[in-house]
């Protein structure tokens, strides 16, 4: 089976501005979360989509929402980008409530 | 709301020791979780642990399930140079199916 998929890897954006992340999960995963990592911090959980329905919500700001399609995949989306939102964000996968499996991730730069 | 202690927070180690580290909740948990995370990279699933007082391993790695379902601990025997990195843990309730992370610990080899 393929692994958890991210697109894009890299990616370098202007203070202001929005940016869409994708995440493609592992076939027949109906659960994505997303998380946010910092240098040198752990991992910060954003949301869960489970079947199309955000299940459980971090602590961020609303500049930060996703999505989740039918065929399980799924958007994070950060609108007003901020220098402080530079960081790698993750997907993660998992089948219902079982242990999740990561992607790797993509390095946001905010200039 | 539901935290996770993990320590150390770093550990300096020599090829060849052994490693310990744990994570402790102030709530109870029905699943733990045990990742790696190389440097750049999404972490890696290492163990999953499913019942109190279970004991599993993964090569070098052992992991248990705390008997009051408030902790867990992983051993990695023998260390060597790849086992550098950071470990993160992870609890989950059957609550919310939300997982609580450990803020990792990391792991680095004595020059």
């Known amino acids: 089976k393929a692994g958890v998929t991210q697109t894009p890897r890299y990616l370098i954006k202007t203070r202001g501005q929005q940016v869409t992340l994708s995440c493609s999960p592992i076939s027949g995963h109906r659960s994505v979360s997303w998380y946010q990592q910092t240098p040198g911090q752990g991992l910060q959980f954003l949301f869960e989509?489970?079947?199309?329905?955000?299940?459980n919500k971090g602590n961020f700001p609303g500049r930060f929402s996703g999505r989740q399609f039918s065929n399980s995949r799924s958007e994070m989306n950060v609108s007003t980008l901020e220098l402080g939102d530079s960081a790698l964000y993750l997907c993660?996968?998992?089948?219902?409530?079982?242990?999740?499996?990561f992607g790797p991730g993509t390095r946001l730069t905010v200039t | 709301g539901q935290q996770l202690n993990q320590s150390p927070q770093s550990m300096f180690i020599q090829e060849g020791e052994d490693v310990s580290m744990n994570c402790t909740s102030s709530?109870?948990?029905?699943?733990w979780l045990w990742y790696k995370q190389d440097p750049g990279e999404g972490p890696v699933l290492l163990i999953a642990l499913y019942k109190a007082g279970e004991l599993t391993s993964n090569g070098r790695l052992t992991a248990q399930f705390g008997i009051t379902r408030k902790d867990s601990f992983l051993n990695i025997s023998a260390s060597i140079p790849s086992d550098v990195g950071i470990y993160f843990c992870?609890?989950?309730?059957?609550?919310?199916?939300?997982?609580?992370w450990g803020a990792g610990t990391k792991l680095i080899i004595k020059p």
């Open positions: 992870a609890g989950q309730s059957d609550s919310n199916y939300q997982l609580i």
């Open positions: 709530s109870i948990f029905n699943t």
């Open positions: 989509y489970f079947s199309e329905t955000q299940r």
């Open positions: 993660a996968s998992r089948f219902e409530s079982y242990e999740q499996y």
